[in-house]
């Protein structure tokens, strides 16, 4: 009988902080620095602050340096850090990754609305990104969500795309629901 594999010990981290030119390499390098791999991250500016998820793989004794050296990393790069340990996720079922598009006029509501018909339907939001623009020529405030949702295998997706596209339109949301790409 063999034995299963030893689940990775992962560390998890979010920062936000004051934006600032060369933070990225400061912040990457005490990663690389503890030992340390960075597995997947998400960056971006929003407004004037700068904000991370980053989610970072190594050795336990590794993985410990860097939690130590956290707290201090934050204080010298003004970032606002927090921490966590986590695994790999363990799916129990095959989850479809569909990508979700979708254009309006800004209005309060638009993601919740979103998030509600998933959420309905027992589908995951796996990654969420909006933005706000002016429409050309008019300069009307128009609002774009781009998101990826894992679906569960035994959903017929058919159905699933004629009743998102029916409930964006009795909001009056253009809306795009294709396979992800990889």
């Known amino acids: 009988m063999s034995t299963p594999p030893n689940p990775r010990d992962l560390l998890a981290i979010t920062a936000t902080g004051e934006d600032?030119?060369?933070l990225v390499q400061r912040f990457t390098s005490r990663i690389v620095d503890s030992g340390c791999n960075i597995e997947e991250s998400r960056m971006a500016l929003l407004g004037g602050h700068f904000a991370l998820i980053m989610l970072v793989s190594g050795r336990w004794d590794a993985l410990t340096k860097l939690e130590d050296r956290l707290a201090s990393v934050g204080a010298e790069l003004g970032l606002t850090i927090v921490q966590k340990r986590t695994r790999d996720l363990d799916r129990k079922h095959a989850l479809v990754p569909y990508s979700i598009?979708?254009?309006?006029?800004?209005?309060p509501g638009i993601v919740h609305n979103l998030a509600n018909f998933?959420?309905?339907?027992?589908i995951n939001i796996e990654?969420?990104?909006?933005d706000t623009y002016p429409a050309p020529h008019t300069g009307t405030p128009m609002f774009s969500?781009?998101?990826t949702v894992g679906i569960p295998g035994d959903t017929h997706i058919p159905?699933?795309?004629?009743d998102f596209l029916d409930y964006c339109d009795s909001l009056n949301l253009d809306a795009i629901f294709e396979p992800a790409r990889a």
């Not at 998933?118 to 027992?122: E, I, N």
């Not at 990654?127 to 909006?130: G, S």
């Not at 159905?159 to 004629?162: A, E, F, H, M, V």
């Open 145 to 147: 969500v781009n998101m």
């Open 101 to 107: 598009n979708v254009v309006a006029m800004d209005h």
């Open 127 to 130: 990654e969420l990104a909006t």
């Open 20 to 22: 600032q030119v060369g």
């Open 118 to 122: 998933f959420a309905q339907r027992d």
């Open 159 to 162: 159905t699933l795309r004629g």
